[in-house]
């Protein structure tokens, strides 16, 4: 867990409980259309199919319900800043988990309206301050919805990445938490002001030791698209295939991040 703290961004829990909700019935509405063939097709996860991806999103909301059901801590011991560190350190618990659920759950999208409304009614019953003991620590239910709005974003680009045709849809408020939560971990990670990062339209830090701007044009800046973004921090993508492909930008003697990425496990 990295040594820094750094001042933690505030969201809104109505408006990321709606920018879950909204993407996880873009999710449904896609998931609704496919083929059995589609559903078998191969992920970039290892060894998931289109099934198990799909179900493993479904996980992404149930396991809010999943750890309200679990006896509420006494007082939060974690910060927002770092999820993201924690991510992947029950990586093999998730694959078991994921698999017995595609197995018991053939009917796709009828598991994913029991989902949602699981989902719905758990927030409905509990206030944002409820704490829950999740892999990165005690959060408060408001925080840890944010993650999920991660979740369902980064995976729904890995179902983007599997299926031909029309990408799902990413809500605007989905993609800019998920967006600007990894851009403050990469700050938590890297502390300083020697690099600013850009990421349009949601997200500018600044983090790397060394001198700090202050003023005019930084000298070491780097700026790429939320999406190339949420993939270099996830180790969906390097940073020498992203500057290869130009889709990141990097000016300056401390502008490569190469050794920071990706931050999630």
Known sequence: MPPAKRKQRSYDPARTRAAVTAQFDHVAAAVAALTSEQLALPTRLGDWSVRDLVVHLGMALSAVDRLLGEPEPGRADARLLDWPFAVGGQADDIADRTRRLAAAHPDLGAHLADVRRGFTAALDAHPAGR???TNAGVLPL???????AVELVVHTDDLNAALPGPDVPLDRQALAAATRLLADALAEKAPGGAVEVRVPPFAVVQCVEG??????????????????WIRLATGRLTWA??????????SGERADLGALLPLTG
């Open 131 to 133: 704490l829950l003991p």
């Open 142 to 148: 408001g925080e840890y919805v944010v993650t999920r």
């Open 211 to 228: 001198p700090r701007h202050t003023r005019g044009t930084p000298p070491n800046v780097v700026e790429t698209d939320p999406l190339t």
């Open 241 to 250: 295939e992203a500057r290869e492909a130009g889709t990141v930008g990097a």
